[in-house]
């Protein structure tokens, strides 16, 4: 399974940015995607979770500022990270992953992307 993120940049706090990742594999389905973010000198964080029906749960740091989304498609699942009132502690490198088994299996196995940079600045 091969994530793709992109979205990322150099925002003013108080600023939106826009985050996607795309997931795609031969033969994979793909349930749960999620977004973590790893900010400088901290481990990596959860932020964000949607399942293949829409649930959704935040971190309570982004709470009513993010918002996740997803399109689910034949081919190619993409999760969308919109994040409003941006501050200067959420600057990091953003990371999403997907939970995917690799048919015929029915063992999930997480799968990341590369990252992509967010900086705030204050």
């Known amino acids: 399974v091969q994530l793709q993120a992109s979205g990322g940049g150099l925002v003013q706090a108080g600023g939106s940015l826009r985050l996607s990742c795309a997931a795609s594999?031969?033969?994979?389905?793909?349930?749960?995607m999620a977004w973590y973010r790893q900010g400088p000198g901290n481990e990596r964080e959860f932020v964000a979770d949607?399942?293949?029906?829409?649930?959704?749960?935040?971190a309570d740091f982004v709470k009513g500022r993010f918002t996740i989304s997803r399109q689910n498609g034949n081919a190619r699942d993409t999760v969308w990270l919109q994040m409003d009132s941006l501050k200067a502690e959420d600057t990091g490198v953003f990371y999403c992953?997907?939970?995917?088994?690799?048919?015929?299996?029915?063992?999930?196995?997480?799968?990341w992307g590369q990252g992509t940079q967010v900086t705030v600045s204050s």
């Open positions: 949607i399942t293949g029906g829409g649930t959704t749960r935040y």
């Open positions: 594999g031969s033969d994979a389905h793909i349930s749960t």
């Open positions: 992953n997907a939970r995917a088994k690799i048919r015929p299996s029915n063992i999930y196995n997480t799968y």
